[in-house]
Nanobody, 123 residues
Framework: QVQMVESGGGLVQAGGSLRLSCTAS????????MGWFRQAPGKEREAVSC???????YYADSVKDRFAISRDNAKSTLYLQMSSLKPEDTAIYYC?????????????????WGQGTQVTVSS
């Protein structure tokens, strides 16, 4: 049974930073493309970032140069370092796993989801 547990969300002022973590179990972590998605109230879930099995990262234009994704395969853990946060970054952030080495920034391509962690950025 695959489980993915996010942590690190919270309340931060605009311009601040947060680091999200996602620890996975029940899968061979290194064989999966991993990613982060987010969903704001009243909006569709959108891709934030993805990292493939050789740790090449991809980013949505809205977070490029502000967010950094990384993975530690030995710890089965995915990270998202978020800097220069803006109020529009406020959302529930979800960890995602795709049964492939290749990234796809699409919710329809995700095989497993975490339960989400709330990030709130105040102005």
């Amino acid at each position: 049974q695959v489980q993915m547990v996010e942590s690190g969300g919270g309340l931060v002022q605009a311009g601040g930073s947060l680091r999200l973590s996602c620890t996975a179990s029940g899968l061979t972590f290194g064989d999966y493309a991993m990613g982060w998605f987010r969903q704001a109230p009243g909006k569709e879930r959108e891709a934030v970032s993805c990292i493939n099995w050789v740790s090449y990262p991809y980013y949505a234009d809205s977070v490029k140069d502000r967010f950094a994704i990384s993975r530690d395969n030995a710890k089965s853990t995915l990270y998202l370092q978020m800097s220069s946060l803006k109020p529009e970054d406020t959302a529930i952030y979800y960890c995602a796993a795709r049964t492939s080495h290749v990234c796809k920034l699409s919710a329809s391509e995700v095989n497993f989801w975490g339960q989400g962690t709330q990030v709130t950025v105040s102005s």
